[in-house]
C-alpha cells in the first residue's frame, strides 16, 4: 500500500507563491505517473496537473496554466506542486495521487485512474 502524503499548504494572500510537496517516507515514486487534484467546497474534485514518470510530460488544467508547475523531485523522490500568483479560487483540498505505470511517458486527467491517493492538504488564498 503507497501511502502518499502532502504538505506545504496553508494560508496564503493574492498574488503569493506556495509549494506543496508529495512523497512517500522512505521510498521513491519513480514507477508512477502522479498528479494533484483540488476541491473546494461544494465543488467536485478538480483536475490541477500531471506528470509523467520520466518528469517529461506535464499537462495542467485550464484554471492553473501559466501560473502551477509540477515537477519531480529527485533527490526526495517525490513531486512538488509550484503555485504562483495564486487567486481566492485556488483556495481548496489539493489532493496528491499516484498510478503506477510501465509508460514513462503517461499521463492521467481523470482521478479515477489513480490507484493512490494522499489524504490532503488545505490551501486557502485570502483577498
Known amino acids: 500500500q503507497v501511502q502518499l502524503v502532502e504538505s506545504g499548504g496553508g494560508a496564503v494572500q493574492v498574488g503569493d507563491s506556495l509549494r506543496l510537496a508529495c512523497g512517500v517516507p522512505?521510498?521513491?515514486?519513480?514507477?508512477?505517473?502522479m498528479g494533484w487534484f483540488r476541491q473546494a467546497p461544494g465543488k467536485e474534485r478538480e483536475f490541477v496537473a500531471a506528470?509523467?514518470?520520466?518528469?517529461?510530460?506535464?499537462h495542467y488544467g485550464d484554471s492553473v496554466k501559466g501560473r502551477f508547475n509540477i515537477f519531480r523531485d529527485n533527490i526526495k523522490g517525490g513531486i512538488a506542486l509550484q503555485m504562483n500568483d495564486v487567486k481566492p479560487e485556488d483556495t481548496a483540498v489539493y489532493y496528491c495521487?499516484?498510478?503506477?505505470?510501465?509508460?514513462?511517458?503517461?499521463?492521467?486527467?481523470?482521478?479515477?485512474?489513480?490507484?493512490?491517493w494522499g489524504p490532503g492538504i488545505q490551501v486557502a488564498v485570502s483577498s
Open positions: 522512505g521510498r521513491t515514486l519513480s514507477g508512477s505517473t
Open positions: 495521487a499516484a498510478k503506477q505505470t510501465f509508460s514513462t511517458q503517461q499521463i492521467f486527467t481523470a482521478w479515477d485512474r489513480y490507484d493512490h
Open positions: 506528470v509523467s514518470r520520466s518528469g517529461s510530460r506535464t
